[in-house]
């Protein structure tokens, strides 16, 4: 069936360098994205979105890149910080429901 | 503003009991959601609700039963506790549906021995 995946369940980085966590996705029809955040114990927090019809969005620190060609969602992370540490879920918006993928821990060592 | 507020925090459960999961918003939002996210895996939709008095089924609503009598609440029901609902339970609420951000809860960790 269609899903949402992601490439990599862990990433480790040194503070300050760029993160990038990437999504797969399979229903060429989906129109939104999201990418959410999660800390050991917390709930999801969102941290930017993308519609179809962009391909780049550019918040604080975070870009989201999305590829629709390959089917690919991408989050960059400028100057990783320690407090980037968490779990980070993309989803995408299918049928009416959002659908997330599995998560992926992202560990910055200091 | 508190947010999305969820009790109890942890709960254990025996196998065939019965609780409720609360949950709370103070945004005015319509939208509600319950999820449930197992160990490894994304959230997975159980209910949802557009408003006071409308909701429907997710993407894995057996065993579970929703209301929504007022805007702020949005309590979830198990019945019959089975093992396979052992999980970690989110409520989250959004200004509109889907297409918007959504505000989570911090989450109650059930456990059905």
């Known amino acids: 069936g269609e899903s949402v995946g992601l490439h990599l369940p862990t990433l480790s980085v040194q503070e300050g360098d760029n993160s990038i966590i990437n999504c797969a996705y399979s229903?060429?029809?989906?129109?939104?994205f999201i990418w959410y955040k999660q800390e050991s114990g917390k709930g999801p927090q969102f941290i930017i979105d993308?519609?179809?019809?962009?391909d780049k969005r550019q918040g604080q620190r975070v870009t989201v890149l999305l590829n629709k060609t390959v089917k690919h969602l991408s989050l960059q992370i400028a100057a990783t910080q320690p407090g980037d540490s968490a779990v980070y879920f993309c989803?995408?918006?299918?049928?009416?429901?959002?659908?997330f993928g599995q998560g992926t821990e992202l560990s910055v060592k200091p | 503003n508190a947010g999305v507020t969820q009790t109890p925090k942890f709960r254990i459960l025996k196998i065939g009991q019965s609780m409720t999961l609360q949950c709370a918003q103070d945004m005015n939002h319509n939208y509600m959601y319950w999820y449930r996210q197992d160990p490894g895996m994304g959230l997975k939709l159980i209910y949802y609700?557009?408003?006071?008095?409308?909701?429907d089924k997710g993407e894995v609503p057996n065993g579970y039963n929703v209301s929504r009598s007022t805007t702020e609440d949005f309590p979830l029901r198990l019945e019959l506790a089975a093992p396979s609902q052992t999980s970690v339970y989110f409520c989250?609420?959004?200004?509109?549906?889907?297409?918007?951000?959504?505000?989570f809860g911090p989450g109650t960790r059930l456990t059905v021995t």
């Open positions: 229903n060429s029809a989906s129109d939104y």
């Open positions: 989803a995408e918006r299918q049928g009416g429901k959002l659908i």
């Open positions: 993308i519609r179809s019809n962009m």
């Open positions: 609700s557009v408003g006071a008095g409308i909701t």
């Open positions: 989250a609420s959004s200004p509109g549906h889907l297409g918007y951000e959504q505000y």
